[in-house]
């Protein structure tokens, strides 16, 4: 499931990846467990015609469950979440045109929604909320808790990050205000190039003085 680094933009790195839950092979587990179960047992309890008869499809059965198995195994490596330090990418399957991106500065809010099954095996659905109210659920994680956490920590990371100077010298600062001065010495060379007269100088430099 990890991301190529050419896919990467300059100076963004991947911060986790957290692949879905084992509860996504139950159906395909038990499905292979049961047939493999049943390819065993029929040799052992059938002997002649029954056993070839009922052999032959529980083999059939077999090898559709380990396909089904391996599929699962290829989405599974496939699908998940991807935190990197600037964005989220929910891959959902094999095809990497089923993924979604959503950039950290735009994340508003992430919850986890959980079932009662959910819970007693440990996983949950990550609901990310960006500004406008789109939402992107990424399901069946492991440990949703500490992927919550992870997720906004990114999201603060970089949306404080997006507050400072693009020189990376931190949050801007306002700047500060000329003194009279500052002024005074702007007016002199005002004067000497001819653009406000002698008469406007000696105004401003009275009421600039007050100010001291």
């Known amino acids: 499931m990890g991301i190529p680094r050419r896919y990467l933009g300059e100076g963004e790195e991947v911060l986790d990846e957290v692949r879905p839950h084992w509860s996504f092979f139950t159906g395909p587990g038990a499905a292979l467990a049961s047939l493999l179960v049943l390819a065993v ?111 906004v920590d990114a999201a603060s990371a970089a949306q404080e990050g997006g507050d400072e100077d693009d020189d990376g010298a931190g949050p801007r600062q306002p700047s500060a205000e000329p003194s009279p001065l500052d002024h005074l010495e702007r007016l002199d060379e005002l004067r000497r190039r001819g653009v406000i007269s002698r008469a406007e100088f000696e105004a401003k430099k009275a009421q600039l003085l007050d100010r001291l």
């Not at 090898?63 to 989405?75: C, V």
């Not at 979440?81 to 979604?100: D, K, P, Y």
Request: hydrophobic residues 50%.
């Open 41 to 151: 047992a029929i040799p052992l309890n059938a002997a002649g015609t029954a056993r070839d008869v009922l052999l032959a499809p529980a083999v059939v059965g077999l090898l559709a469950a380990l396909g089904w198995t391996a599929f699962r195994y290829a989405r599974w490596a496939t699908a998940g979440l991807v935190v990197t330090t600037e964005r989220i990418i929910h891959r959902q399957g094999i095809r990497a045109r089923h993924s979604r991106e959503l950039a950290l500065a735009e994340v508003v809010e992430v919850s986890v929604s959980r079932t009662a099954a959910q819970r007693l095996v440990g996983s949950g659905d990550l609901v990310i909320t960006s500004r406008g109210g789109h939402e992107v659920v990424v399901p069946g994680l492991p440990g949703p808790a500490g992927v919550r956490q992870l997720v």
